[in-house]
């Protein structure tokens, strides 16, 4: 998106990979010690990608991405039966709900 001028639109998409990363990491140490399943997310060239794209298109599917993790971490925060696990999911519940603004805002 940089390379064809959508200077804001490339800044959000970084930030939210980062803010993806820092999940990542938190989740690694918080969970350390509980039993969890593996999950393997899938891997997408998202930067060669997304430039086939208009800036629009790009953030409602990253938009969409974002929904499917809060509806995510709520169900487990309906579900668990560990109250740490709960926990973890309401915190990350409450920060993909801040991601659903930020790309909103710029829709």
Do not use: C
């Amino acid at each position: 998106m940089k390379s064809l001028g959508y200077e804001a639109v490339a800044e959000l998409l970084g930030a939210l990979a980062e803010f993806e990363d820092d999940h990542l990491r938190a989740l690694e140490r918080q969970s350390a010690g509980l039993d969890l399943p593996v999950v393997v997310p899938p891997e997408w060239p998202w930067e060669e990608v997304a430039d086939l794209f208009m800036p629009r298109q790009v953030l409602t599917v990253a938009l969409e991405a974002e929904h499917r993790s809060y509806a995510f971490y709520e169900n487990v925060v309906m579900t668990a039966a560990d109250s740490a696990v709960r926990d973890m999911a309401r915190e990350m519940a409450l920060e993909e709900a801040e991601h659903i603004a930020l790309i909103e805002r710029l829709l």
